[in-house]
């Protein structure tokens, strides 16, 4: 069995920062994409940043200079550092891994979710 557990979020001011984690555990082969998506209610969950297995990286538009996803190996662990948060930024921030577990069955799975408020 794997889990996928977030931390991190919280109410921030505009301009300032958070770093979100997600640790994952359990059963686990092999760790291949992870990825941060967020949602606003009424919404579409949208992709954020994704992260390869070897350490590339992409971002969404409204994340590139201001957004950074890093992962921890040895960890299983993947993080998102968010600087000059704006409001628009508010949302639940989600953690996904696309893995293979130790019967090398292959999914992915999410995290619960960690809200993440910018005041202006």
């Known amino acids: 069995q794997v889990q996928l557990v977030e931390s991190g979020g919280g109410l921030v001011q505009a301009g300032g920062s958070l770093r979100l984690s997600c640790a994952a555990s359990g059963s686990i082969f092999r760790i291949n994409a992870m990825r941060w998506y967020r949602q606003v209610p009424g919404k579409q969950r949208e992709l954020v940043a994704v992260?390869?297995?070897?350490?590339?990286?992409n971002y969404a538009d409204s994340a590139k200079g201001r957004f950074t996803i890093s992962r921890d190996n040895a960890k299983n662990t993947v993080y998102l550092q968010m600087n000059s948060l704006k409001p628009e930024d508010t949302a639940v921030y989600y953690c996904?891994?696309?893995?293979?577990?130790?019967?090398?069955?292959?999914?992915?799975?999410w995290g619960q979710g960690t809200q993440v408020t910018v005041s202006s």
């Open positions: 992260i390869s297995s070897g350490g590339s990286t």
């Open positions: 996904n891994a696309h893995l293979t577990d130790r019967t090398y069955y292959t999914d992915n799975y």
